[in-house]
DNA sequence: TGACTTGATCGACATGTATCGATATATGCT
DNA sequence: AGCATATATCGATACATGTCGATCAAGTCA
């Protein structure tokens, strides 16, 4: 009689896109898949955890500072002079760095030296660059 | 007499680095500056709140989804299905996304459509990729 | 040894935000 | 008109974290 409980959406069933994000084998934390395929929630966490780290204003300026210098490496208390933020502050933002793999801690005695794994930075640029297919970005 | 209020710091001094953090003048909002240069406060706040944008896994799995998908375009509605997020949730990201520039919001009757601006996200890769003058990275 | 410096850790606090349910608004279908 | 659907907004809540002062551990120099 009734057809109500099988028609109940005319508009929605026929455009939905059923994507599944059941895929994405990230491997463990080696080179994170690009946005180029569905991603699963673990790898998402990796991921944002990897772009969290320089997604603050102090931890963005220490890189700067460092990739600007002569030797492309800074002593901690270097940071603490120029950002204006307290030694334990740039301690922290130091740590969350150097355990997130952009930076390398070289012990020398009572100090610390700071350099960028270029190549942990260039795995983010990768996440973040164009596709393959679209070269007409910039143009 | 006594000298102790001038040669305090016996070994701080000569090694300090001296950096300022005065430069960097960064415009308003376009092509932020690389990391090949100090950052100004302003200027790295700016940029932090770009990756904060896709510094959180709902949000890198949306714009994973769209690049994967074959238009390139998703509906909100879709997001919903897939990711496992309630509809207000998906709603807020889609916004800080879209008013971050990373995404570009398409209205086609009751369903909004978003596709990813590539020149923005360029942006984003351009800060993080390796400086020109090491290309060994990744050898 | 003792005074000083560097750097890490701890505890506390304030702020930001991801998430949800409830609700509002607009659009499409009957 | 009346109902269903798609999104956005609001308010509340829980959790993460940036920041600081105080303290601790370790190295350096006189």
């Known amino acids: 009689m009734n057809r109500l409980m099988v028609e109940r959406e005319p508009m929605a069933e026929q455009h939905r896109t059923k994507l599944a994000v059941q895929s994405a084998g990230t491997g463990p934390t080696c080179c994170p898949a690009g946005l180029d395929q569905p991603m699963s929630r673990a790898a998402a966490t990796d991921l944002a955890r990897l772009f969290k780290a320089i997604a603050v204003p102090a931890r963005l300026q220490i890189l700067a500072l460092i990739r600007s210098s002569d030797t492309g ?64 970005v910039l143009g």
Chains 1, 2 share one sequence.
Do not use: N, Y
Request: proline share 3%.
């Open 73 to 136: 490496e800074l002593c901690a208390c270097d940071f603490t002079d120029s950002l204006g933020l307290s030694q334990p502050t740039i301690s922290h933002h130091l740590k969350v760095l150097t355990d997130s793999g952009l930076l390398v801690r070289r012990q020398h005695g009572t100090w610390a030296h700071f350099s960028i794994d270029s190549r942990r930075l260039a795995e983010l640029a990768a996440v973040v660059s164009p596709a393959r297919d679209s070269a007409e």
